[in-house]
């Protein structure tokens, strides 16, 4: 993709952008504050910069006149980058150039990287659970009267070296015409055994050579949404993949509220069957749109958090939310996927992703074993960061889980304009330090309708970072901005006034706002803490971070340690792997060594209940500040803010 | 129960026989002839006798004058024996007595017998594949979150050595609500492995000490009838059974039809449904009866033959009966009850007794197992008799096992009056060798409506001993009796005049008749020559024969000596074992040592393919004699043959 770059003045500061970028956001990413607070509708009028080397496309309004106009005034909000460009952000929009430049830190967010299928083949390792081999079998007659099956298994045991090999009912069925079908040329698939020991099982057994079509499906079972991809097991690649809302949203967003509707009458099979629907419907999707035939799926992988997998497999969830929130089993057999309701053919396997405890599940597992992390000498934190969020710690030699009811704040619930991140939320924020005037970006670009869970990360680190805000999240109520007002008794910042917004009334950030995110912050780090303590380790041992889960991908990981959230590290330390339960999945699909691996890591995977661990409560309180009670923990950030704090 | 004497005079021939027995057939029994031909109904009048010490119960009749009844006149057929009694047979009943003494043989009939539970517990092999085992575990609290599975899996491992264990889906959903209904006390049910090697699966958990409520259920999937048996697999008894007719048997009554049907459009799933409703009604009636809860039935053993067992697992069976012969499989893995639509609960296991060949199938490796004949040192000869007679020969070091085409005679098939062993079958028969003139006994005795199988042996046998027929099977047309005579080019022996039956025809037994009955022996004598020969040994050196089935329970043996259908040996050296494929199946509920044994002893029984076996059709051809070619493989019948007609 083509690249252009931008030069800020009188920042004299370049970034580099993809072609039509707009430009208020590639100031938003270069750190270079212009005021706005309509999200990029361009109506409040407030971002005006002047084009002096070369030209924009749009960025025109009848809010310019047609001498602002000439003079290179456009909006930043309705500007394109369609070439190489020198911007200047006049006064009026702009901040004290000393004082930009403490606050200019660069813009990171993690990498993403996936477990390499090349790595796994040059290791040998791309070892799909299931396997095809194609025979030819000599056929019966007067001197031979061998069984079908024995002539199959005892084939397979002279000619192939396998040996414990079983055959169930389904495909014993299938086996007298598919052998008669092709002059006894079949192929036969083969499950294989997580352990050596075990037994492979042939499930099923079709005509002729049908060894270069063989699939297999991977499926993240969340609780919001469900994603599904279909994998070639020859090549290694995903052919089709689809997610959507998982169908149970409507009984309860979150699994306590599943959990309490499944003790109601019929809530479990209620339950069970709207998530197979999603689940059906996804293969549907994906089967269709790779165009394979489903005699040719052979596997399905599934990774869920602890109660979604129960509520699939239809096991009542019901002691998960009540204490000591025992699950009913963290490991599971291979499944007949039609035996769960799974629209597929009857010799389909279904591998289910073992969980740790009640509340680090399969998913959290899933992401672990697809990561390799179980595998790294390195220290390795390991978040997925929502409602709940999960933690695990540690290297090829131990781990330490734990799970943290941080509260839906990071996800921007329980926050007075919070919203999901959809069209209209204000996701990314800056402050001008003189002035207090907020830059807003909305997702859409539309005049906002609220705040999502990145813009309440943003904008607590930024107020915190430029002091609007002090340590323990208040306003500084001396500041000359009528931004910040006292309302119902609760202080706030008023990001956009009602004439600016698509709600009609005017958008602010409180204090309880706030506080609902220190402490959502503070439970996840004090876990992190938690987890080290009990180790006798701390955050300093960290050579890496994963991120996992939708919050990783937009999250700022800057923003995300000045309020607190994450320990200070490097950000090419920082790996963000997305949909960690899904990748784990596909890997499963992949590799079995995997499967084999999971039941040891499992259970070696030291689990935490926090709410019972006395340290953790210690480590909570510390961490009910921005960033923390303990600065040394945070050396380059005390150090910013020592800097910005004395006069330049 | 009260047994009496009776003496027979001018024989002098005593007999000891049941309270209630009848007249004439305590004097068949004792080889008495007395001249019958209403089959026991009390109208032809003919089988006068004289009570001259005591009395019966009944015997009077229209037909007797009074003067005749104070002579003590009584229709044998009619009286009841209640008493000590000494009865003269008049001379116009009678025969002469000097032919009448070389003519008498004891009645011979093959002792009963079934493995025994005793031995079995002796030997510590008391092992039914599904244990009961109580335990008590650990509530989990704030310091023990162990997943209910695990908790369980563990303690079994730990406090009684249980290793390899397993847990399915159904189970794992039971679970968590099992261990909380009685304070986590429960019992589980183990379903052991047929390897060591193999895993232990946990079926079922149940609140509670429930360790005095295990059962099984053992059933035999006959052609023709159903049997099952529930097991109580803490004392080994059998606690309630019950048979009925096969209901596929309106789609055909022997295998070959089945199949035919099988491979209509829709047949296989007819006939599965058929039989299943046939075995569903019997577990009902036999679970009902012996008032136990469904949930503490653990498995059921089937044995089948090769067809009924395909049927009932729903596997097409049409190239069993196309040459080459070859079944879908001979070995079945453990199969959920639920999966094959048994009307079980769905922890049950249902495990399928294998076979060895397309027409040596479950039914008889069941009956090879439960007797024991593969753990024998003795030589023996296993025969099940029917339409097709399968045949096992051999010791705890080698098995052979063929099936033999007999065709229907011996079911009285394909015989001119043949018809089942029903009301009004001709089943016993006595000829006096002077007059010719028969004793009839039938089935119910009533009037004669036909011929069943046993009949048709006995006939055949006494015809030929008494030089009525040759050994061709040929009447003797010079013979003094009107009830030798040609029908439509067919020679015959008028059994019953019209007016003596129920059909108001005469029913005859004819040369064709005969024929058949020999080309169905000679098949049956010459299996056995057949698999002997290819071993290099000869009749003479079997030890002991098992009879099975239903045929062997009413069998004349030394009738089926005398036309060559059995080897001559000793009657105590046979025994009848009844349906031992119901007997395997109990055995295996009561034993896991047959189920480990069984898949050995079918991979080292050797099926002999008799079409394909050269020396088969000379053994056939001699066999087609009455006893056989070779006399001196009857040596007691030549001896007994050459006296006879010798005047004495």
Redesign the interface.
């Given at each position: 993709m083509t690249t252009y770059t931008i030069k800020f003045l009188p920042h004299n500061r370049e970034i580099k952008v993809n072609d039509g970028e707009s430009l208020i956001r590639a100031a938003m990413e270069a750190g270079v504050h212009i005021n706005a607070s309509c999200g990029g509708e361009g109506v409040c009028g407030k971002c005006r910069v002047i084009v002096e080397t070369g030209e924009v496309e749009g960025g025109l309004s009848e809010q310019l006149s047609q001498a602002d106009r000439e003079k290179g005034f456009r909006l930043a909000c309705r500007s394109t980058i369609t070439e190489n460009v020198v911007v200047r952000v006049p006064v009026e929009s702009a901040i004290d150039i000393s004082v930009l430049s403490q606050h200019y830190v660069p813009r990171r967010t993690a990498s993403i990287r996936q477990m390499d299928l090349n790595d796994l083949k040059e290791q040998g390792l791309f070892l799909p659970p299931v396997e095809k081999v194609y025979i030819e079998l000599p056929e019966?007659?007067?001197?031979?009267?061998?069984?079908?099956?024995?002539r199959l298994v005892s084939h397979l045991k002279l000619h192939h070296d396998e040996h414990h090999l079983?055959?169930?009912?389904p495909v014993?069925?299938k086996?007298?015409?598919a052998l008669?079908k092709d002059a006894f040329r079949v192929t036969a698939t083969l499950a294989r055994p997580v352990m050596d020991?075990g037994k492979t099982e042939i499930i099923n057994v079709q005509s002729g050579d049908t060894t270069n079509r063989n699939y297999a499906i991977a499926m993240d079972i969340g609780t919001t949404t469900v994603f599904g991809q279909l994998i070639d097991l020859k090549s290694g690649e995903v052919m089709s993949e689809h997610g959507q809302f998982n169908g149970q949203i409507s009984y309860g967003e979150d699994v306590i509220s599943r959990i309490v509707f499944a003790e109601k009458e019929g809530g479990l099979e209620r339950l069970h069957k709207m998530v197979l629907e999603t689940i059906n419907t996804i293969i549907g999707k994906i089967v269709r749109r790779a165009k394979v035939d489903p005699d040719d799926i052979a596997a399905i992988t599934l990774a869920g958090n602890t109660t979604m997998t129960q509520l699939l497999?239809?096991?009542?969830p019901?002691?998960i939310r009540r204490?000591?929130?025992?699950?009913?089993?963290?490991?599971?057999?291979p499944?007949r996927a039609v035996?769960?309701g799974l629209d597929l053919r009857d010799h389909v396997t279904a591998l289910v992703y073992p969980a740790v405890?009640?509340y680090v599940g399969g998913d959290i597992v899933a992401g672990v074993m697809g990561w390799g992390m179980y595998l790294d000498d390195r220290l390795t934190l390991f978040m997925d960061i929502g409602t709940n969020a999960e933690i695990v710690i540690g290297n090829r030699d131990w781990l330490a889980c734990a799970a943290c009811s941080a509260g839906p704040a990071l996800e921007g619930g329980g926050i007075k304009f919070g919203m999901r991140a959809a069209k209209g939320a204000i996701e990314d924020f800056s402050l001008d330090p003189v002035t207090w005037e907020p830059m807003l970006m909305t997702i859409g670009s539309v005049r906002p309708k609220g705040i999502c869970g990145s813009g309440v990360i943003i904008m607590t680190a930024v107020m915190f970072e430029l002091g609007l805000i002090n340590n323990l999240g208040k306003f500084n109520r001396d500041l000359a901005t009528d931004r910040i007002r006292e309302d119902n008794g609760v202080w706030e910042y008023v990001l956009a006034w009602a004439g600016e917004t698509q709600i009609g009334r005017d958008i602010a950030f409180t204090e309880i706002d706030i506080e609902n995110l220190i402490r959502a912050k503070g439970a996840i780090y004090s876990g992190c803490m938690t987890l080290l303590t009990e180790v006798g380790m701390g955050m300093q041992d960290i050579d890496r971070i994963i991120l996992a889960g939708g919050f990783g991908s937009y999250v700022d990981l800057e923003k995300a340690i000045t309020i607190g959230l994450l320990p200070e590290i490097d950000a090419d330390k920082v790996t963000f792997i997305g949909n960690s339960s899904l990748l784990g999945a596909k890997m499963s699909s992949l590799t079995n060594r995997i499967r084999k691996d999971v039941v040891e890591a499992t259970r070696s995977m030291t689990?935490f209940?926090l709410s019972?661990t006395p340290s953790y409560m210690d480590n909570y309180v510390a961490a009910l500040f921005l960033p923390h009670t303990d600065m040394n923990q945070f050396p380059r950030l005390k150090e910013r803010l020592a800097r910005r704090r004395q006069p330049s």
């Open positions: 019966p007659d007067n001197q031979d009267h061998l069984p079908d099956v024995t079983t055959v169930s009912l014993i069925r086996i007298p015409d008669r020991s497999l239809q096991i009542n019901r002691y204490s000591p929130y025992v699950p009913a089993s963290t490991l599971y057999p499944i035996d769960i405890s009640s689990n209940e019972e």
